[in-house]
């Protein structure tokens, strides 16, 4: 077949432009419903006792939108497009908010395992060396100061055991103020002063632009491994922990049904409001959940729970939606399963 130079220039004009449809990044955030993977592969308990059903991990997918994917997230349902500078906070990097939320997710994990084992009463010791930083905001005043990974242990002579220490602290202070900060980096202990500055973005509250972690050693027995991959973020607490509490007894919380559900947990048991809570709910349709917990933020309106019953009732779906506001209230919901 012969081709006219026409053609030629017509032919790599459609190459260009499908590559350029296909390929090129806008500056927007795809969110859509994600998958609903069993924990049984994902948490391992040693020794620990199987169970008829499953509890699941609900996710939500998330990539740059390209022109195409951006076309179709128009006219899909439960697809979300929201400009990339809400989904990645100024000053950090989309490889730097990855590798936070994997932090977080580990926090979650260790959250979970830590109501688990104290709710079956299991052995756990826990011993407390500060709190890390897991990442620094551009231009706020830790930055050039505080690296990522730095340990703070104490703030103006004060010993620092966990995140909560450090915040109630800072709390109390005013803009201006200027706090001393102990800090281990590489094994060297340094000294920094940081001035307070307020942040419209936390309601007049004061910082120095950082988010933290508690550095905990938490010793349990039997041990308990995590196969999460490149799952990040701490909305699986929820049911980690039910996962964990169900392994350690060998009561089969699930009674053979299938369990899902989603809500970020702290040591204490109670959880806490996520972000997607509507495409997690289409994602558990699809996998054939049939109890889909929800966090119910006291009843509040616009809660996770009230979210969750409307996305169920738009697909039409059979699965039970249920809300609770710690694990307590989960456990006690499987428990009395028939």
């Not at 906070?89 to 908010?97: H, T, V």
């Not at 990522?148 to 995140?163: C, L, P």
């Not at 980096?185 to 000294?191: G, I, N, S, V, Y």
């Not at 009561?251 to 409001?273: C, F, H, P, S, W």
């Amino acid at each position: 077949m012969n081709f006219s130079r026409k053609n030629i220039i017509y032919l790599i004009i459609v190459v260009v432009l499908a590559y350029f449809l296909a390929s090129y990044q806008l500056p927007y955030y795809i969110q859509r419903p994600g998958g609903a993977d069993a924990l049984d592969p994902i948490v391992n308990v040693s020794g620990g006792h199987s169970s008829e059903g499953d509890m699941h991990l609900v996710t939500v997918s998330g990539i740059q939108a390209t022109p195409i994917q951006y076309a179709l997230a128009k006219i899909l349902p439960h697809n979300e497009i929201l400009p990339l500078e809400e989904v990645f906070p100024e000053g950090i990097s989309q490889k730097e908010y990855m590798e936070a939320q994997l932090q977080v997710m580990e926090n979650s994990q260790e959250a979970a395992t830590v109501v688990a084992f104290e709710a079956s009463n299991s052995e756990i010791t826990i011993d407390y060396n500060g709190v890390y930083v897991v990442s620094v905001l551009k231009g706020m005043p830790a930055d050039g100061i505080l690296q990522t990974g730095d340990r703070i242990i104490g703030i103006d002579g004060t010993q620092i055991e966990q995140a909560d220490d450090l915040i109630n602290y800072v709390d109390k202070k005013e803009a201006n103020d200027v706090i001393t900060l102990e800090v281990v980096r590489d094994e060297q202990h340094l000294t920094k002063d940081i001035m307070l500055e307020e942040f419209d973005s936390m309601n007049g509250k004061v910082g120095v632009g950082i988010s933290l972690v508690t550095d905990r050693d938490v010793t349990v027995e039997p041990s308990v491994e995590f196969s999460s991959g490149n799952i990040g973020g701490p909305s699986a607490g929820l049911m980690f922990s039910l996962e964990i509490f169900d392994q350690l007894t060998g009561g089969d919380l699930t009674k053979g049904y299938q369990i899902a559900g989603t809500g970020e947990i702290d040591y204490n048991g109670n959880v806490y409001r996520i972000g997607g809570i509507d495409k997690k709910v289409v994602a558990a349709d699809r996998e054939g959940i049939d109890i889909f917990f929800a966090p119910n933020e006291g009843g509040a309106e616009g809660s996770n729970y009230e979210i969750a019953v409307q996305t169920a009732e738009q697909i039409n779906t059979d699965m039970k939606i249920i809300p609770v506001d710690t694990f307590d209230e989960a456990l006690e919901y499987l428990q009395e399963l028939p």
